[in-house]
């Protein structure tokens, strides 16, 4: 006979096994400190050890000061020469210094250390900014006659076009004192989105749920994208509204930090002298405003599509109606998508293959060695990004997962990205490497397109050209509409604060909430939660920079046809694209590899093509 005490301890031990295993069973993010280091980038190539990018931080503070040396006496062709060599040189290694600095933080945004890192980088080129304002104004007060004997000087020949650049903002340049004055506010601007990236990576929990295999997942930036690709409806929903509970907890702190950055961009362009902050931001890559309009316009004459698609999903999915959380699970569910890290990096440069073997071999090493920081951990910034230098590798950042087909072409966009950087940096000199953002996201949706028709030419079947039908459709879908919503929210917000109007929680939601009205339709289910989604968009932070994706991927929809559809010449002129960093302004770049965005013609063949798509994809369900 057992005895009553015997079966109580022997529950409570069953209980503390079961208990021990359904904790075991939580699918938790792991530490830093726990990552294989194969899974993680190594930033050798930057620095080797901490310690060298102390030795390298502080000579390059030191170098602060050299900057007074020249002052008033850049009148002097000789000593203009050597300030600008100075000035280079001092920027080549600060970028250097800054990228190290800014990839550590990625790696883990609670690392106190390495926030201690970007905090001291940032306040010493804010010091750089204040010892350098001088410059352009000094420029700037120079007679044109004289300016022109300058540029025409001995020596002068690699700095001339960046010259030229800089004189562009004669009108928009302010006394010395005025310069130095906004140089010392630069640590301060950034304060609004440092509050946001702290609270948005660091600091929001978002809890555990079940996924449709029945495991206990932890809900995180990194797989929110992954319950919503659940082709298990409950999860989805669940996820959805355990994620937007923390942006319903914060979201008084989150208008206010959104406001704030909002702020600072019109009190620059204000400022500055700029009609408003859409013209100040346009201003730098000298793409007119119309630009910008004629892309709003362009989508909402075909926003009547997008309603389309939402139903065409709705009535195959056997949905009563359909909300968001419904918007990015594929439509046909039964393809196994599950790519590992080596089989997606495969994929991904068999794929790229037109792109001829220079371009391929010089990812692939990368790609396979450690260019990459793979996995989500704890603390990790969200999403993904590509990150480098003159000196150093192309680095690209991922959350990747391997059940999300989504992450595979998020790794080839990453890809264009990285190897337009190394392209650039082989080819140009450092002052002109660095391309602009406008041309960088033609390079990474190029990427994609060859992706996609790489694995439409591998289908099966009906079945599977549908399900890829539809991968194309959600890529124009996210890329081109999606972003455009975006790039609308932003001007509205903006023209708000020109207008002297104050930004509430409660403006934020019901401006948002019309432009999701406009943009999903009159049949879309909108649940509440949506009209804090412009909390979460970390690129409100970078205004005026989303409309890019949308132009970016229209551009790259004409230029990769015309490089599969042409020869050695047409490839040649996209290479020499991705070769030519900033030597050219953007438009002249994108011109000369074939395509002219001042035209409408690239947004609307995009959307012409996202038209025919739809159409396919009913025919085939």
């Known amino acids: 006979m057992i005895s009553a005490t015997k079966t109580t301890k022997t529950a409570a031990r069953t209980g503390a096994k079961q208990a021990a295993a359904k904790k075991s069973a939580v699918k938790r993010l792991p530490r830093r400190d726990q990552v294989k280091p194969a899974d993680m980038w190594d930033l050798e190539s930057l620095f080797p050890s901490d310690q060298a990018w102390e030795a390298a931080f ?3 503070e030191k170098r602060i000061a050299h900057y007074g040396k020249f002052q008033g006496k850049l009148t002097d062709a000789k000593t203009l020469v050597a300030c600008l060599k100075f000035h280079l040189d001092f920027d080549r290694a600060a970028e250097r210094i800054g990228v190290y600095a800014f990839l550590k933080t990625a790696e883990d945004a609670g690392n106190s250390k390495y926030q201690g890192f970007q905090a001291r980088y940032l306040n010493a080129s804010s010091r750089a900014a204040q010892a350098s304002s001088y410059l352009q104004p000094e420029l700037m007060a120079i007679a044109d006659e004289q300016m022109q004997e300058l540029l025409a000087a001995r ?4 700095y001339r076009l960046m010259l030229e650049r800089w004189l562009r903002y004669k009108p928009h340049t302010l006394s010395a004192a005025e310069e130095k004055l906004l140089a010392m506010q630069s640590e301060m601007a950034q304060a609004a989105a440092q509050v946001f990236k702290q609270l948005h990576n660091a600091d929001m929990r978002f809890g555990l749920l079940k996924n449709e295999r029945r495991e206990v997942v932890e809900l995180s930036h990194a797989s929110f994208s992954t319950l919503l690709h659940s082709a298990k409806r409950a999860v989805r929903k669940e996820a959805f509204e355990k994620y937007y509970e923390q942006y319903r907890a914060h979201e008084n702190t989150l208008a206010a930090t959104l406001a704030g950055s909002i702020q600072r961009d019109v009190y620059y362009a204000k400022a500055r002298g700029y009609p408003s902050a859409i013209e100040n931001a346009l201003f730098h890559d000298r793409v007119p405003i119309a630009v910008y309009d004629n892309l709003i316009a362009a989508v909402s004459r075909h926003l009547p599509t997008l309603h389309r698609y939402y139903e065409v999903r709705r009535r195959r999915m056997k949905l009563d109606e359909i909300h968001h959380y419904d918007t990015y699970v594929p439509i046909l569910t039964q393809f196994d998508t599950r790519r590992t890290w080596k089989q997606a990096v495969d994929t991904v440069v068999a794929a790229l293959e037109p792109l001829g073997g220079e371009y391929t071999g010089v990812l692939a090493a990368g790609l396979n060695g450690r260019w990459c920081d793979k996995y989500a951990n704890q603390g990790k910034q969200s999403g993904a990004f590509s990150s480098g230098s003159y000196d150093a590798d192309p680095f690209i950042l991922m959350n990747y997962q391997p059940d999300v087909l989504d992450h595979v072409f998020t790794l080839a966009h990453e890809a264009g990205h990285s190897m337009h ?7 140009q000199p450092y002052q002109y490497y660095d391309y602009t953002i406008f041309v960088a996201e033609v390079a990474s949706t190029f990427n994609e397109q060859l992706l996609g028709k790489h694995l439409m030419e591998r289908a099966k079947d009906d079945r599977e050209r549908a399900y890829l039908i539809n991968r194309q459709i959600d890529e124009i879908r996210g890329t081109v509409l999606r972003q455009t919503m975006f790039a609308e929210f ?21 401006e948002y909430h019309a432009l999701l009205e406009k943009y999903f339709g009159p049949n879309f289910a909108l649940d509440p939660q949506l009209d804090l989604e412009c909390f979460r968009i970390p690129h409100f932070y970078r205004a005026f920079y989303v409309y890019k994706y949308a132009t970016g991927l229209s551009a790259a929809i004409a230029l990769s046809r015309r490089v599969l559809a042409g020869g050695r010449q047409e490839l040649d002129d996209y290479l020499g694209f991705l070769k030519g960093g900033s030597s050219k302004y953007p438009l002249d770049l994108l011109r000369g590899a074939g395509v002219d965005m001042e035209r409408p013609e690239p947004v609307e063949t995009a959307l012409e093509h996202f038209g025919h798509l739809v159409d396919e994809l009913d025919r085939l369900l």
């Open 58 to 60: 502080g000579s390059w």
């Open 155 to 158: 020596g002068m020949g690699p």
């Open 421 to 427: 950087t190394h392209l650039s940096a082989k080819n």
């Open 490 to 510: 932003e001007k509205v917000m903006h023209a708000a604060v020109e207008a002297n109007e104050p930004l509430t929680l409660e403006r934020f939601k019901c």
